[in-house]
């Protein structure tokens, strides 16, 4: 479940869905991308990219198939903002369940014995998000009322007569566990949290699994019996040194806790805690992290992804045969989001690839059938004018290897270099991924080659490349960030004389630190909802996260003692030095990177009458969850690049 221990993520810029690929699906490299004849793809705007239809599979612990199993259950924005959409498994029309033309609206789960839904939303990307039920006759009932706390799902029961939420209402700081009827939403506190961030409860509703982080690479496991008569949490990964452990689930038996340890090496692993022996052992392993494990209802089948280079490798265990199963053949690409049906006969997942949007497929496993349920593609843009990316590596300032995802335009040659951007991701802790990505598809569209450099203290290379950065933000990162320039200008085919820089959250961050500290090295910079005064940002961090906090301040500096370094890092503090033309997109509602950050620095260069341009969305937080509001920033990001990298005359 890991609602806290994977803090150093907590900053990304968008909210992703998880994308797997199975053995060695084939992803061809930038270089054998191009060399069809492609030179003459023509341009498509930002309207055509996202009107593909963005699909998201429900909760890993919620009800995907309808009772019937004739239909799923998934959330998509094929209205232009995200509802809840039912999918018939014979290929039929999808149906919408909801229709909220404001609010992006998440599907959570079917009841398992009937048609209602639970799915969430929140107030314009507040991200104080509510759990709702929505009854058979399309009224709505909101289980969470209330508009200062935030709520979240946690799972079913195994016998499916009560589901377990997570809510904030008693105390904003913590996250307490309520059990809620299925039948009447008639509700009971079972969990009441002393500040530790929760993992997952028990199918049978005994066990708690909570996290605590202690820094930013020591973290424990806990585990609660709600059933003793002193139900206090209990350590069941005692340590010495740094360790950083966490909550994957248990198992549907109840008997076993799976959780993550990179005790034993450079990545994490996935143990099993015996509730009853405590007896612990290993489950998967690998030479990259376990992303997750998760289980069929009955538990016969598991299913676990291996962080690998940027891509997931997935593997479905038959524990009954012992045996690996092999899936029927599916388009190459990323498997994500496999959901059981309740009695295992079927299977629904998300098949995702750099030229292919996330599709849903469903698996009929007596027939070993595979049948694709959406086409989420717009029409008028062929997957060959899409271009593959291409996974490399450029040594940094000292050395150090920082592996990065390369997008070549098609045409692009060394006899028709095309300017270049240096992609930076959120985090600080996250990590640029393959698969469809409409903006930067839109960006190579339009003659801009990417390099999504996954810098040091990106997730997914190994604990050691992981905490390089700590207390080191804004400084040896951020030349891993300067040397992918370095690296871009030694290709033959991109224009050393115009790179510019873009990125969100900290990637945004990262964009203004290297234009105020670095102020010769990019020609433009990008910079989407980033931290620009680090000093009130950690002052200001939402109470939810108090769980994380002290972790949080290890890795980034305690307010209280790190003050003056934090002012040092701030590029709010030193925009005078900034000479390079700026664009700055920001919500008005994000409640993690405040408004006025943007604010200050947008007047700040103004002021060095250095071209500075803003957009500001009202109705949007820290992301953004409406399909106009992508299409607007988009657009805006590839004229402010016409105008400032290829000096084009742009209308305003």
């Not at 079913?156 to 997570?166: D, P, R, V």
């Not at 009827?181 to 509703?205: C, K, Q, T």
């Not at 690998?308 to 990323?334: C, F, H, I, K, S």
């Not at 108090?546 to 925009?575: C, N, Q, V, W, Y």
């Amino acid at each position: 479940m890991n609602y806290g221990s994977k803090f150093l993520k907590i900053m990304a810029t968008t909210v992703a869905v998880a994308s797997t690929v199975l053995g060695a699906c084939s992803q061809n490299g930038a270089e054998d991308n191009n060399a069809s004849d492609l030179t003459k793809v023509p341009e498509f705007s930002a309207r055509q990219f996202y009107e593909t239809t963005s699909y998201s599979m429900v909760s890993s612990t919620g009800y995907a198939f309808a009772p019937d199993s004739m239909s799923l259950l998934v959330s998509s924005d094929a209205s232009g903002v995200f509802n809840a959409w039912e999918l018939p498994l014979d290929g039929g029309s999808a149906k919408a369940l909801t229709h909220s033309d404001d609010n992006a609206i998440i599907a959570l789960s079917w009841f398992p014995n009937d048609r209602r839904i639970l799915y969430t939303f929140d107030g314009g990307g507040n991200e104080l998000h509510h759990v709702a039920v929505l009854e058979p006759d399309g009224e709505s009932r909101d289980l969470t009322p209330g508009d200062e706390h935030k709520a979240q799902f946690l799972r079913w029961s195994g016998n499916g007569e009560y589901f377990y939420l997570l809510t904030t209402e008693r105390d904003q700081r913590n996250f307490d566990i309520y059990r809620y009827s299925a039948s009447d939403y008639s509700r009971e506190m079972v969990f009441e949290n002393p500040g530790l961030s929760v993992g997952d409860i028990s199918p049978d509703g005994r066990w708690v699994a909570l996290e605590k982080p202690r820094t930013s690479a020591d973290s424990d496991v806990y585990i609660v019996d709600l059933q003793a008569d002193d139900a206090q949490p209990k350590l069941v990964t005692e340590h010495l040194g740094n360790v950083a452990h966490g909550v994957y689930s248990f198992t549907p038996d109840s008997a076993n806790l799976v959780y993550s340890t990179n005790e034993h090496g450079e990545f994490t692993q996935a143990w099993t805690y015996n509730l009853m022996s405590e007896d612990k052992s290993e489950l998967v392993s690998a030479i990259w992290d376990v992303s997750y494990v998760v289980y069929s209802p009955s538990g016969r089948y598991r299913v676990s992804g291996i962080n690998a280079d940027a891509r997931t490798q997935v593997t479905m265990y038959d524990t009954e045969t012992n045996e690996v199963l092999e899936l029927p053949a599916l388009p190459p690409g990323d498997l994500g989001s496999i959901r059981f049906a309740d009695d295992e006969t079927q299977i629904a997942l998300l098949v995702n690839a750099d030229n292919s949007p996330a599709n849903v497929h469903v698996i009929d496993f007596a027939q070993r059938v595979a049948r694709q349920l959406t086409d989420a593609l717009n029409p008028a843009i062929e997957s060959d004018y899409l271009v593959q990316s291409e996974v490399i590596r450029y040594p940094s300032f000292d050395g150090i290897e920082i592996p990065s995802i390369l997008y070549k335009p098609h045409g692009a040659s060394a006899e028709n270099p095309v300017p270049a951007l240096v992609w930076v991701h959120g985090g600080p802790g996250g990590q640029s991924r393959t698969g469809y990505n409409a903006t930067r598809q839109h960006l190579v569209n339009h003659g801009y080659a990417i390099l999504a450099a996954n810098n040091r203290g990106s997730s997914g290379y190994g604990k050691t490349f992981f905490h390089l950065d700590d207390r080191k933000h804004g400084e040896e990162d951020l030349q891993d960030i300067v040397y992918g320039r370095k690296y871009l200008e030694t290709l033959d085919w991109v224009d050393e004389d115009r790179i510019g820089i873009i990125g969100g959250s900290y990637g945004g961050y990262m964009v203004a630190a290297a234009l105020a500290f670095e102020p010769e090295v990019f020609d433009v910079g990008i910079n989407i909802f980033g931290v620009t005064n680090w000093v009130r940002t950690l002052q200001s961090i939402p109470p939810w996260w108090e769980s994380f906090k002290e972790a949080l301040f290890d890795e980034m500096g305690d307010p209280a003692t790190d003050a003056d370094r934090h002012r040092r890092i701030s590029p709010l503090f030193h925009a005078q030095n900034i000479i390079k033309p700026l664009l700055v997109v920001q919500g008005a509602n994000d409640p993690r990177v405040l408004q006025v950050e943007s604010d200050e620095l947008v007047a700040a260069v103004q002021k060095n009458e250095v071209p500075v341009e803003y957009v500001v969305f009202p109705d949007e937080g820290h992301g953004f969850a409406k399909r106009e509001n992508r299409i607007t920033a988009s657009e805006a990001y590839v004229r402010f690049l016409d105008t400032w990298l290829k000096g084009k005359q742009t209308a305003d």
